[in-house]
């Protein structure tokens, strides 16, 4: 089983929609969780990181946990086409520089 | 946001030759910073971990005596690929970490692309 498990896609949305990115991770210790979003030729940039339970509100962007169910997703709200790019998913333990990266989701936003 | 940054963008050489790949933190001081290589369509692939005045901590696979890591200060990382050949073409990405904050997020370098001839 892999540390972490994200569907590779391609997801296709249309433009307006919500986008929904989902992430599960195999490490029941893990404390900390990231949304990077990667643009084709580019390097990663974080979007999100989220430590507790529940929803997180950023902008168009919502990350949302839950540990018991070791699931993690990301949602946009509004897509644009310029969301367009590969979503990973990042899971460390708690104050410990070790972070494992999901394979990534590729999101499409058509006009 | 933390800002890292890389040296070169972009490198092409000849098979044999030796390339060393510069990674800066800007505006921290990173304690730990990670090196990686993506093939085209792949997953980020990390090949060590590094941190200031220490040894790397190389992954399962990564040959530590071809590529050496040396981070000689809490600003400055560089991996040397050392005689390099095509399957070495990749592109190389950096990260930097701080040992402050929570969760220590990574902050990404914005690559090296290597083409070896």
């Known amino acids: 089983q892999k540390e972490v498990e994200q569907n590779s896609g391609p997801l296709s949305v249309p433009e307006g929609a919500i986008a929904s990115l989902n992430c599960t991770y195999s490490d029941r210790g893990s404390q900390s969780f990231f949304w990077y979003r990667q643009y084709s030729g580019k390097s990663p940039e974080l979007i999100m990181s989220?430590?507790?339970?529940g929803d997180k509100e950023d902008g168009r962007f919502t990350a949302q946990l839950n540990k018991a169910s070791q699931y993690v997703s990301l949602l946009i709200r509004d897509s644009q086409p310029s969301d367009s790019a590969t979503y990973l998913c990042?899971?460390?333990?708690?104050?410990?520089?070790?972070?494992?990266f999901g394979a990534g989701t590729r999101l499409t936003v058509k006009p | 946001g933390a800002v890292v940054s890389q040296h070169p963008s972009r490198v092409i050489c000849k098979s044999g030759t030796s390339v060393k790949i510069e990674c800066r933190s800007l505006?921290?001081?990173?304690?730990?910073m990670f090196w990686y290589r993506q093939f085209p369509k792949k997953s980020l692939m990390l090949m060590a971990t590094?941190?200031?005045?220490?040894?790397?901590?190389?992954e399962q696979g990564v040959e530590k005596d071809k590529f050496l890591i040396n981070h000689a200060s809490l600003t400055l990382s560089t991996l040397t690929v050392t005689s390099a050949h095509p399957e070495d073409s990749s592109f190389y990405i950096c990260s930097a970490s701080s040992s402050g904050g929570r969760g220590n997020e990574q902050f990404f370098g914005p690559g090296t692309r290597l083409t070896v001839l």
């Open positions: 989220i430590y507790s339970n």
């Open positions: 990042a899971v460390s333990p708690y104050n410990n520089n070790d972070m494992r």
């Open positions: 590094s941190n200031e005045g220490s040894k790397a901590t190389y």
């Open positions: 505006d921290f001081q990173a304690t730990t």
